[in-house]
C-alpha cells in the first residue's frame, strides 16, 4: 500500500507519510493541500485526487471537490487568463497555490519566482502524470507523431498567493481561449496549433481517414486533439473567423487556412475547378471542405503562405532580390531604392 505526502503551500510544510485515511482527514481540514505518493510523476492539488476526496466531509470555505471525469482523471485546473496584445500576442495565466499550465516547449515569455517549471513525457494529463511508464511513453510516442517536442513542459504555483506564467505565439496572429466542455470536451485543430493549456487537457491525435483528404488538405493525414473540460490555447496565423455551420451545410476553404473545427464537421477535398483554375488560378489544385453541424475555426495567414513569402522576398543566389513584380528584372532593381552592391 503506497503512503501518501501531503505539503502545505501557505506554511511551506510536508507532512507524511501517512496511510489514506489519514491523509483523507488532513484534506478535509485542509483542502488547499499538494499530494504527492509513489507513482506520481509531479504533486497535485489533493482536491483533484479521488482517493483523498471520497468520503471526506465538504469544506464550505473551498466548495465541493471537483467531479472525478475520465477515468478518475479528475477535472482540469480552473486557471484565470488574460490575452494581451494585437499582432504578436500572448497570454498571461494566473494560477492559484497548486494549480498549473501546461504549454508546449519553447513557449515561455515570463513566469513570476513561485512558478515551479518542471519538463514531463506526454501532454500532462492526468493519466500521464499519475500511470506508468507505459502510459507515460504512449503519451509522448502521440506527440511526436503530431510533430510536437517528446516532452510538455509544466508550470505549477508551489507558494501562496496568486502567481503569474505568460506564454507568447510563434508568428504574428490571433491567441484563441476556448473552455474545451463548451465544446463538447473536443476540438480538433492543425498539429501545431496548440500553445498552452489548463493541467487536465490531453492532446491526442486525430487521423484523416479519407487519403485525398490526408495528402491534400494542408495538414496531413494527423491532426491534433485537444480533449478535456479545461481552457486552451490555440494559435492561429492572422485573424480568425469563427462560422457555426448547419447539418448539411458545407464551405469550400483553402486547404492552409482550416485552424480547428469540431468533430461533428467533416472534413474533405474537392478539385477547385477546370484545368485553367488549376494551372493558373493560384489557389492549387484542392479546397478543403467542411460539412455541419457544428463550429469551424479559419486562419486568414496560414504559416505555410507567410514562410513563402517571406523565402520569395529572401536574397537569391549572388546576394540580389528577385525583384517580385518586376517587368524589368535588373534594370528594374536598379531603380528600386533597395540595392546591394
Same mark, same amino acid.
Given at each position: 500500500?503506497?503512503?501518501? =505526502? ?15 485515511? /489519514?491523509?483523507?482527514?488532513?484534506? /478535509?481540514? +485542509?483542502?488547499?493541500?499538494?499530494? #504527492?505518493?509513489?507513482? +506520481?510523476?509531479? #504533486?497535485?492539488?489533493?482536491?483533484? @485526487? ?7 466531509? &465538504?469544506?464550505? /470555505? /473551498? ?9 478518475? !482523471? ?8 488574460? @490575452?494581451?496584445?494585437?499582432? +504578436?500576442?500572448?497570454?498571461? @495565466? ?64 508551489? $507558494? ?10 510563434? =508568428? ?5 481561449? +476556448? ?5 463538447? *470536451? ?15 487537457? !490531453? ?16 495538414? $496531413? ?9 479545461? #481552457?486552451?490555447?490555440?494559435? &492561429? ?12 451545410? !458545407? @464551405? ?8 480547428? =473545427? ?25 479546397? &478543403?471542405?467542411?460539412?455541419?453541424? $457544428?463550429?469551424? #475555426? ?19 543566389? *549572388? $546576394? ?22
Amino acid at each position: 500500500m503506497s503512503l501518501w =505526502y501531503l505539503h502545505d503551500p501557505a506554511a511551506n510544510r510536508r507532512l507524511g507519510p501517512m496511510e489514506t485515511e /489519514a491523509a483523507r482527514a488532513e484534506v /478535509a481540514r +485542509m483542502p488547499g493541500l499538494l499530494a #504527492w505518493r509513489e507513482g +506520481m510523476a509531479d #504533486w497535485l492539488p489533493a482536491r483533484n @485526487i479521488a482517493e483523498l476526496c471520497e468520503g471526506t466531509p &465538504a469544506d464550505p /470555505a /473551498a466548495g465541493p471537490p471537483p467531479l472525478p471525469r475520465n477515468g478518475g !482523471r479528475g477535472r482540469a485546473d480552473e486557471i484565470e487568463f488574460r @490575452i494581451h496584445g494585437q499582432e +504578436m500576442q500572448f497570454v498571461e @495565466i494566473e494560477l492559484d497555490p497548486g494549480e498549473s499550465a501546461i504549454a508546449e516547449a519553447g513557449a515561455l515569455m515570463f513566469k513570476d519566482a513561485a512558478v515551479q517549471m518542471d519538463t514531463i513525457f506526454g501532454d500532462g494529463s492526468h493519466r500521464g502524470q499519475g500511470g506508468g511508464f507505459m502510459d507515460k511513453l504512449l503519451a509522448a510516442g502521440k506527440r511526436v507523431i503530431t510533430g510536437e517536442s517528446l516532452f510538455t513542459t509544466m508550470f505549477t504555483h508551489t $507558494g501562496s498567493g496568486k502567481a503569474k506564467v505568460a506564454f507568447a505565439a510563434p =508568428y504574428p496572429g490571433t491567441v484563441l481561449a +476556448m473552455k474545451l466542455d463548451e465544446h463538447g *470536451g473536443c476540438i480538433i485543430c492543425q498539429k501545431d496549433s496548440f500553445l498552452a493549456g489548463a493541467r487536465g487537457v !490531453r492532446v491526442g491525435v486525430h487521423l484523416q481517414r479519407r487519403i485525398l483528404t490526408g495528402l491534400f488538405g494542408g495538414e $496531413g493525414f494527423i491532426m491534433q486533439k485537444l480533449e478535456g473540460d479545461g #481552457w486552451v490555447f490555440i494559435h &492561429a496565423g492572422g485573424c480568425v473567423v469563427e462560422r457555426e455551420l448547419a447539418a448539411g451545410e !458545407r @464551405i469550400d476553404v483553402d486547404t492552409g487556412c482550416v485552424v480547428g =473545427y469540431h468533430p461533428s464537421v467533416s472534413m474533405d477535398v474537392r478539385p477547385v475547378g477546370g484545368i485553367k483554375s488549376m494551372l493558373f488560378g493560384g489557389e492549387g489544385v484542392f479546397l &478543403a471542405t467542411l460539412t455541419g453541424p $457544428g463550429k469551424v #475555426w479559419l486562419q486568414s495567414l496560414p504559416f505555410s503562405r507567410l514562410a513563402g513569402r517571406m523565402l520569395q522576398a529572401a536574397p537569391q543566389a *549572388g $546576394g540580389q532580390n528577385r525583384g517580385e513584380g518586376s517587368v524589368l528584372g535588373g534594370l528594374g532593381r536598379i531603380l528600386d531604392g533597395d540595392n546591394r552592391f
